[in-house]
């Protein structure tokens, strides 16, 4: 544990004073990465650590968008994101709850302004009912003749 600084001294004074005392003593011998260059990303460039840390974590760039641009990337790509819907109440909904969003992003006065229109649903469904493949109706079991109901005096007297 270090010792505490002496009253009347400065901080920078006594923090250099404790490291001449750790470098008499070796302590800063034989360190990991002693005498390599650090590894400066980019070329010294300031943001290296958060690109670092985005390339590390596996984490998606659209993702430090602002939301306007997110959305905007989100109404490029709606195509192929109802395309994998199976119903379309599912597609209905995507897009409702899509262009709510937009709306919020419009009336919102912070951050950038990127022009983003509404998605026109209509357009969308019919295209997503053009690529789906027709479904063939169920073929429907053939229907055996059933033998007609005997009335009640008919079974009453059989």
């Given at each position: 544990m270090t010792e505490r600084k002496?009253?009347?001294?400065?901080?920078?004074?006594?923090?250099?004073?404790?490291?001449?005392?750790?470098q008499q003593a070796g302590?800063?011998?034989?360190?990991?990465?002693?005498?390599?260059?650090l590894e400066l990303a980019d070329g010294h460039d300031p943001d290296w650590w958060v690109k670092d840390f985005i390339r590390r974590e596996?984490?998606?760039?659209?993702a430090l968008l602002p939301s306007a641009m997110q959305l905007r990337k989100e109404k490029q790509q709606v195509h192929e994101k109802v395309r994998g819907m199976r119903r379309e109440s599912d597609v209905r909904e995507y897009l409702a709850e899509l262009n709510k969003r937009i709306r919020l992003a419009i009336r919102d006065t912070t951050g950038p302004v990127v022009?983003?229109?509404?998605?026109?649903?209509?357009?969308?469904?019919?295209?997503?009912?053009?690529e789906r493949p027709a479904r063939e109706p169920l073929p429907r079991p053939a229907e055996e003749p059933?033998?007609?109901?005997?009335?009640f005096w008919q079974r009453l007297f059989s």
């Open positions: 002496p009253p009347g001294m400065k901080t920078q004074d006594w923090v250099e004073a404790q490291i001449k005392r750790a302590e800063f011998d034989d360190l990991a990465g002693a005498g390599k260059p596996n984490i998606e760039t659209d022009p983003t229109g509404l998605v026109d649903e209509d357009v969308v469904i019919a295209q997503w009912r053009m059933r033998p007609k109901k005997k009335s």
